[in-house]
């Protein structure tokens, strides 16, 4: 039973690294031209910084499975270090 669930714990492992390894990736606007935009997300209150930011942008876009996404909107609200932000998604 041991040895299963070492093995089982091993596996969701390299499923989560391999995952990770296939993360979305920022796209220039340039550079969208072929892609297939599938859907909009949106951003809002988010503490840190602009790279906090992005982070969570690439977040949501994995979670929607998107393979890129091109932010078109970001800017600090009147609070000091909270953000929002709008990126359209890309297959």
Do not use: C, F, P
Not at 27 to 36: F, I
Not at 37 to 51: F, K, M, P, T
Not at 74 to 82: F, R, T
């Amino acid at each position: 039973m041991k040895r299963s669930l070492a093995l089982t714990s091993l596996l969701l492992s390299v499923g989560l690294i391999t995952t990770a390894a296939q993360s979305a990736e920022d796209v220039a606007a340039d550079r969208v031209t072929g892609l297939n935009e599938i859907g909009l997300i949106s951003v809002n209150g988010i503490a840190g910084s602009a790279q906090d930011v992005e982070k969570m942008i690439a977040l949501k876009a994995d979670e929607q499975g998107a393979s890129y996404y091109r932010i078109i909107q970001m800017q600090e609200n009147h609070q000091a270090d909270s953000w929002r932000a709008q990126a359209i998604l890309y297959a």
